[in-house]
Protein backbone atom coordinates (compact mmCIF):
# COMPACT_ATOMS: atom_id res chain seq x y z
CA UNK A 1 0.00 0.00 0.00
CA UNK A 2 1.61 3.32 -1.03
CA UNK A 3 2.14 5.69 1.91
CA UNK A 4 1.21 9.74 1.81
CA UNK A 5 2.89 11.16 -0.66
CA UNK A 6 4.15 15.02 -0.49
CA UNK A 7 6.53 17.21 -2.54
CA UNK A 8 8.84 19.25 -2.03
CA UNK A 9 10.83 17.51 0.94
CA UNK A 10 12.68 20.88 0.99
CA UNK A 11 11.98 24.00 -0.10
CA UNK A 12 14.04 27.36 0.63
CA UNK A 13 12.37 31.21 -0.32
CA UNK A 14 12.73 34.85 0.58
CA UNK A 15 10.39 36.41 2.82
CA UNK A 16 7.17 37.47 1.56
CA UNK A 17 7.30 35.21 -1.71
CA UNK A 18 4.64 32.48 -1.75
CA UNK A 19 5.18 28.70 -1.96
CA UNK A 20 2.74 25.66 -2.14
CA UNK A 21 2.76 21.87 -0.82
CA UNK A 22 1.23 19.18 -2.57
CA UNK A 23 0.18 16.15 -0.85
CA UNK A 24 -1.51 12.82 -2.01
CA UNK A 25 -3.03 10.61 0.45
CA UNK A 26 -3.81 7.38 0.87
CA UNK A 27 -5.73 5.63 -1.22
CA UNK A 28 -9.78 5.92 -0.25
CA UNK A 29 -9.05 8.20 2.91
CA UNK A 30 -11.42 10.32 2.92
CA UNK A 31 -9.96 12.00 5.80
CA UNK A 32 -7.26 14.99 5.33
CA UNK A 33 -4.74 16.56 7.64
CA UNK A 34 -2.12 19.78 7.03
CA UNK A 35 -0.12 20.45 10.11
CA UNK A 36 2.66 22.48 10.69
CA UNK A 37 5.61 20.83 12.92
CA UNK A 38 8.17 24.33 14.19
CA UNK A 39 11.25 22.91 15.43
CA UNK A 40 11.39 21.09 18.89
CA UNK A 41 7.20 21.50 19.10
CA UNK A 42 4.76 18.83 18.08
CA UNK A 43 2.60 19.51 15.15
CA UNK A 44 -0.13 21.49 15.07
CA UNK A 45 -3.40 21.03 13.02
CA UNK A 46 -4.17 23.92 10.42
CA UNK A 47 -7.12 22.01 8.24
CA UNK A 48 -8.73 19.37 8.00
CA UNK A 49 -10.82 18.00 5.18
CA UNK A 50 -13.48 15.10 5.04
CA UNK A 51 -13.86 14.22 1.40
CA UNK A 52 -13.93 17.69 -0.11
CA UNK A 53 -15.52 19.72 2.64
CA UNK A 54 -13.10 21.53 5.64
CA UNK A 55 -14.11 20.04 8.81
CA UNK A 56 -11.43 22.26 11.00
CA UNK A 57 -9.60 25.24 10.07
CA UNK A 58 -9.62 27.39 13.41
CA UNK A 59 -5.36 27.77 13.70
CA UNK A 60 -5.09 28.42 9.61
CA UNK A 61 -3.90 31.92 9.39
CA UNK A 62 -6.36 32.61 6.90
CA UNK A 63 -4.69 36.17 5.92
CA UNK A 64 -1.86 34.41 4.20
CA UNK A 65 -2.71 30.54 4.19
CA UNK A 66 -4.68 28.36 2.55
CA UNK A 67 -6.13 25.49 1.38
CA UNK A 68 -7.82 23.33 -1.01
CA UNK A 69 -8.55 19.60 -1.88
CA UNK A 70 -9.50 19.14 -5.33
CA UNK A 71 -12.30 15.90 -6.04
CA UNK A 72 -11.56 14.82 -2.41
CA UNK A 73 -7.97 13.60 -3.45
CA UNK A 74 -5.24 15.43 -3.60
CA UNK A 75 -4.37 18.65 -1.41
CA UNK A 76 -2.36 21.56 -1.87
CA UNK A 77 -1.54 24.09 0.67
CA UNK A 78 -0.47 27.66 -0.09
CA UNK A 79 1.27 30.68 2.08
CA UNK A 80 1.38 33.76 0.26
CA UNK A 81 3.12 36.30 2.00
CA UNK A 82 5.59 33.93 3.63
CA UNK A 83 7.33 35.25 6.68
CA UNK A 84 9.82 34.32 8.85
CA UNK A 85 7.90 32.60 11.22
CA UNK A 86 6.44 30.23 8.86
CA UNK A 87 9.76 28.18 8.55
CA UNK A 88 8.79 24.60 9.70
CA UNK A 89 7.87 21.47 8.66
CA UNK A 90 4.77 20.73 6.83
CA UNK A 91 3.45 17.20 7.43
CA UNK A 92 0.26 16.00 5.49
CA UNK A 93 -1.49 12.77 7.08
CA UNK A 94 -4.49 11.03 5.64
CA UNK A 95 -6.88 8.58 7.74
CA UNK A 96 -9.58 6.46 6.39
CA UNK A 97 -12.12 8.14 8.35
CA UNK A 98 -12.57 10.52 11.16
CA UNK A 99 -10.80 10.04 14.34
CA UNK A 100 -9.11 6.99 13.25
CA UNK A 101 -5.47 6.36 12.99
CA UNK A 102 -3.84 9.14 10.90
CA UNK A 103 -0.71 8.17 8.45
CA UNK A 104 1.70 10.77 8.06
CA UNK A 105 3.81 12.20 4.85
CA UNK A 106 7.46 12.38 5.28
CA UNK A 107 6.87 16.21 4.96
CA UNK A 108 8.08 19.33 3.67
CA UNK A 109 10.71 21.85 5.19
CA UNK A 110 10.27 25.20 5.28
CA UNK A 111 13.12 27.84 5.63
CA UNK A 112 12.08 31.49 5.00
CA UNK A 113 14.92 33.78 5.06
CA UNK B 1 -10.83 21.24 24.04
CA UNK B 2 -8.61 18.15 25.25
CA UNK B 3 -4.59 18.66 25.36
CA UNK B 4 -1.88 16.41 26.05
CA UNK B 5 0.95 16.96 28.09
CA UNK B 6 4.49 15.50 27.79
CA UNK B 7 5.97 16.41 31.16
CA UNK B 8 10.16 14.81 29.58
CA UNK B 9 11.30 16.88 27.23
CA UNK B 10 13.85 14.79 27.37
CA UNK B 11 15.12 11.42 28.27
CA UNK B 12 18.25 9.42 28.21
CA UNK B 13 18.84 5.99 29.12
CA UNK B 14 21.32 3.50 28.86
CA UNK B 15 20.89 0.69 26.19
CA UNK B 16 19.31 -2.46 27.74
CA UNK B 17 17.68 0.07 30.49
CA UNK B 18 13.90 0.16 30.59
CA UNK B 19 12.00 3.38 30.10
CA UNK B 20 8.57 5.01 30.80
CA UNK B 21 7.56 7.81 28.66
CA UNK B 22 4.97 9.77 30.44
CA UNK B 23 1.66 11.43 28.84
CA UNK B 24 -1.26 12.85 30.06
CA UNK B 25 -4.36 14.19 28.25
CA UNK B 26 -7.71 16.31 29.20
CA UNK B 27 -10.54 15.64 27.74
CA UNK B 28 -14.79 15.65 29.40
CA UNK B 29 -15.25 12.60 27.35
CA UNK B 30 -14.01 9.57 25.97
CA UNK B 31 -11.11 9.79 23.57
CA UNK B 32 -8.63 7.87 21.55
CA UNK B 33 -5.37 7.81 22.17
CA UNK B 34 -1.93 7.33 20.21
CA UNK B 35 1.90 7.14 20.50
CA UNK B 36 4.05 8.28 17.19
CA UNK B 37 7.45 7.86 16.58
CA UNK B 38 9.40 10.28 14.55
CA UNK B 39 12.97 9.54 13.64
CA UNK B 40 14.88 12.40 12.31
CA UNK B 41 13.62 13.96 8.82
CA UNK B 42 11.36 11.33 8.53
CA UNK B 43 7.55 11.89 9.18
CA UNK B 44 5.51 10.47 12.17
CA UNK B 45 4.39 7.13 12.37
CA UNK B 46 2.25 5.29 14.53
CA UNK B 47 3.34 3.09 17.07
CA UNK B 48 0.65 2.00 19.27
CA UNK B 49 -3.00 2.86 19.46
CA UNK B 50 -6.00 2.59 22.44
CA UNK B 51 -9.71 2.98 20.63
CA UNK B 52 -11.56 0.01 23.31
CA UNK B 53 -11.04 -2.81 25.00
CA UNK B 54 -8.17 -4.16 26.58
CA UNK B 55 -5.99 -0.80 28.75
CA UNK B 56 -3.25 -2.31 27.68
CA UNK B 57 -1.88 -2.00 23.86
CA UNK B 58 1.24 -3.17 22.73
CA UNK B 59 3.74 -2.28 19.45
CA UNK B 60 5.57 -5.13 17.25
CA UNK B 61 9.00 -3.53 18.49
CA UNK B 62 8.14 -4.16 22.12
CA UNK B 63 6.77 -1.00 23.51
CA UNK B 64 3.79 -1.05 25.31
CA UNK B 65 1.52 1.83 26.81
CA UNK B 66 -1.57 1.24 29.08
CA UNK B 67 -4.31 3.43 29.25
CA UNK B 68 -5.50 4.83 32.49
CA UNK B 69 -8.68 6.58 32.85
CA UNK B 70 -8.75 7.57 36.13
CA UNK B 71 -5.26 9.34 35.61
CA UNK B 72 -6.38 10.40 32.50
CA UNK B 73 -2.50 8.64 31.33
CA UNK B 74 -1.20 6.62 28.57
CA UNK B 75 2.40 6.01 29.90
CA UNK B 76 4.85 4.48 26.94
CA UNK B 77 6.96 1.84 28.34
CA UNK B 78 10.10 -0.58 26.93
CA UNK B 79 11.75 -2.97 29.55
CA UNK B 80 14.68 -3.16 27.80
CA UNK B 81 16.00 0.02 24.76
CA UNK B 82 18.07 -0.23 22.01
CA UNK B 83 20.31 2.11 20.33
CA UNK B 84 17.83 2.30 17.68
CA UNK B 85 14.95 3.56 19.68
CA UNK B 86 16.06 7.01 19.21
CA UNK B 87 14.29 9.07 18.34
CA UNK B 88 11.49 12.04 19.21
CA UNK B 89 8.03 9.54 20.54
CA UNK B 90 4.51 11.88 20.32
CA UNK B 91 1.20 11.09 22.27
CA UNK B 92 -1.74 12.60 20.66
CA UNK B 93 -5.62 12.34 21.60
CA UNK B 94 -8.90 12.57 19.52
CA UNK B 95 -12.33 13.25 20.27
CA UNK B 96 -14.60 11.20 17.65
CA UNK B 97 -14.82 12.99 14.77
CA UNK B 98 -12.81 15.64 15.30
CA UNK B 99 -8.69 16.69 14.62
CA UNK B 100 -5.61 14.74 16.36
CA UNK B 101 -4.22 17.05 19.20
CA UNK B 102 -0.16 16.46 19.58
CA UNK B 103 1.76 16.71 23.09
CA UNK B 104 4.96 18.66 22.63
CA UNK B 105 7.01 15.20 22.25
CA UNK B 106 9.64 13.71 24.01
CA UNK B 107 12.90 13.13 23.01
CA UNK B 108 14.53 9.97 23.95
CA UNK B 109 17.86 9.40 23.62
CA UNK B 110 19.32 5.83 23.78
CA UNK B 111 22.90 5.52 25.18
CA UNK B 112 25.67 2.83 24.73
Known amino acids: EAGVAQSPRYKIIEKRQSVAFWCNPI?????LYWYQQILGQGPKLLIQFQNNGVVDDSQLPKDRFSAERLKGVDSTLKIQPAKLEDSAVYLCASSLELGLEAFFGQGTRLTVV | AQSVTQLDSQVPVFEEAPVELRCNYS??????LFWYVQYPNQGLQLLLK??????LVESINGFEAEFNKSQTSFHLRKPSVHISDTAEYFCAVTLYGQNFVFGPGTRLSVLP
Open chain 2, 50 to 55: YLSGST
Open chain 1, 27 to 31: SGHAT
Open chain 2, 27 to 32: SSVSVY
